[in-house]
T-cell receptor, first 112, second 117 residues
Framework: QKEVEQNSGPLSVPEGAIASLNCTYS??????FFWYRQYSGKSPELIMS????GDKEDGRFTAQLNKASQYVSLLIRDSQPSDSATYLC????????????FGTGTKLQVIP | GAVVSQHPSWVICKSGTSVKIECRSL??????MFWYRQFPKQSLMLMAT?????????EQGVEKDKFLINHASLTLSTLTVTSAHPEDSSFYIC?????????????FGPGTRLTVT
């Protein structure tokens, strides 16, 4: 059973639209959540981290966390072609042995 | 922001030889470093977790005698692929996490592309 699940996509949105990326996790002890962007052939780049229920905004990006529903999302406003990449959702447990679990990623395509 | 470097960025080696990959946190101290492997069009696969001054913790199915990890200081971890074979050809990525209590965000190095011929 996958611990962090994402729709593999591709998710296609027109330039200027809002892209909504979703992620669910199964481990209730997960406390920290992260969104990474990975361009083809490159390593992942941290976009957002979120630890508390609610929304966290950073520029065009908004992360949303709902621990009761075990759901994390990332909204990208005013999507640009340069946002086209694979977005990885990750969760971290709260125990002494910190382990980050990654989803398989959602491929986003922003159409000019 | 936190910067993690990897060296080399790409390497080609002959089957049976060993290759060492270095991972450095340049502007922060990392108590924990992670090593991942990623095959084309596949997701990241965690190989091992490395804590400074202690033995690495390997994920199930990863041979610790083949993938030697050393985390000698708070800014350097190395991965040595011993007796490499063509099936070891992959994109190896390290990441580093800051000191506990300061940040649990993981920052990735640029990756090392290994090709074994």
């Amino acid at each position: 059973q996958k611990e962090v699940e994402q729709n593999s996509g591709p998710l296609s949105v027109p330039e200027g639209a809002i892209a909504s990326l979703n992620c669910t996790y199964s481990d209730r002890v997960s406390q920290s959540f992260f969104w990474y962007r990975q361009y083809s052939g490159k390593s992942p780049e941290l976009i957002m981290s979120i630890y508390s229920n609610g929304d966290k905004e950073d520029g065009r990006f908004t992360a949303q966390l709902n621990k009761a529903s075990q759901y994390v999302s990332l909204l990208i406003r005013d999507s640009q072609p340069s946002d086209s990449a694979t977005y990885l959702c990750a969760s971290m447990n709260s125990g002494g042995y910190q382990k980050v679990t990654f989803g398989t990623g959602t491929k986003l395509q922003v159409i000019p | 922001g936190a910067v993690v470097s990897q060296h080399p960025s790409w390497v080609i080696c002959k089957s049976g030889t060993s290759v060492k990959i270095e991972c450095r946190s340049l502007d922060f101290q990392a108590t924990t470093m992670f090593w991942y492997r990623q095959f084309p069009k596949q997701s990241l696969m965690l190989m091992a977790t490395s804590n400074e001054g202690s033995k690495a913790t390997y994920e199930q199915g990863v041979e610790k005698d083949k993938f030697l990890i050393n985390h000698a200081s708070l800014t350097l971890s190395t991965l040595t692929v011993t007796s490499a074979h063509p099936e070891d050809s992959s994109f190896y990525i390290c990441s580093a996490m800051g000191l506990a209590g300061l940040s649990n965000e993981q920052y990735f190095g640029p990756g090392t592309r290994l090709t074994v011929t």
